[in-house]
């Protein structure tokens, strides 16, 4: 029995189709094993653990992380809960700041910024479900000012944003972004 060159040519093409939807799809899935530095793993070169350090001026071709935005200042923060819960605390003299809570991955786990807290000043716990137990048992006397989050998530970091509405407040945000406190109970 003889193929003809036709039936021969499909099979082919129908195979290498195969192949490369099979190899597409082994490197998509592969990609984030593969990465070699996290946005985690970046903000550790900017400053020590539980302390807010100062991310440099977005320019162009130079983010410290991706998708920064250049109207604002920037303090990264990363904490590990399992060193214990972690207290930010902040008073950022500007009209707009926001802090986006992220895990190892990079993922979001929860943002707020100054008119959705409805206060001026930052105070916020995180902490994880057992820690939350714990404290209910011993509650610190400021804890109904605390915006308590609880999650999961046992390492991350924060990205506290603050918006510099003239160049002449840099400086003063700076200092702001650098007082703000990231630390234990």
């Known amino acids: 029995m003889t193929l003809s060159p036709r039936f021969t040519l499909t099979v082919g093409i129908l195979a290498t189709l195969c192949l490369a939807a099979i190899i597409h799809i082994l490197v998509v899935l592969g990609i984030p094993h593969n990465v070699e530095h996290s946005a985690y793993d970046n903000i550790a070169g900017y ?19 991706p998708d920064l935005d250049p109207a604002m200042k920037h303090a990264a923060c990363r904490f590990r809960l399992a060193d214990g819960p972690v207290l930010f ?8 700041w926001s802090i986006g809570l992220f895990n190892s991955a990079g993922e979001a786990v929860y943002s707020l910024n100054n008119r959705t807290a409805g206060a001026e000043r930052l ?9 939350l137990s714990i404290l209910r048992e011993n509650p610190p006397e400021n804890l109904e000012d ?40």
């Open 123 to 131: 105070s916020m716990l995180v902490l994880t479900t057992e820690q």
């Open 47 to 65: 400053g020590t653990d539980r302390q807010f350090n100062l991310l440099p001026d977005v320019r162009p071709g130079q983010e410290a992380l």
């Open 146 to 185: 605390l915006i308590v989050i609880e999650t999961g998530e046992i390492s991350g970091f924060a990205l506290l944003r603050a918006f510099v509405p003239h160049p002449s407040k840099a400086e003063e945000v700076d200092a702001a972004l650098k007082a703000a406190e990231c630390g234990t109970i």
């Open 89 to 96: 605390d902040a008073s950022i003299p500007v009209s707009f």
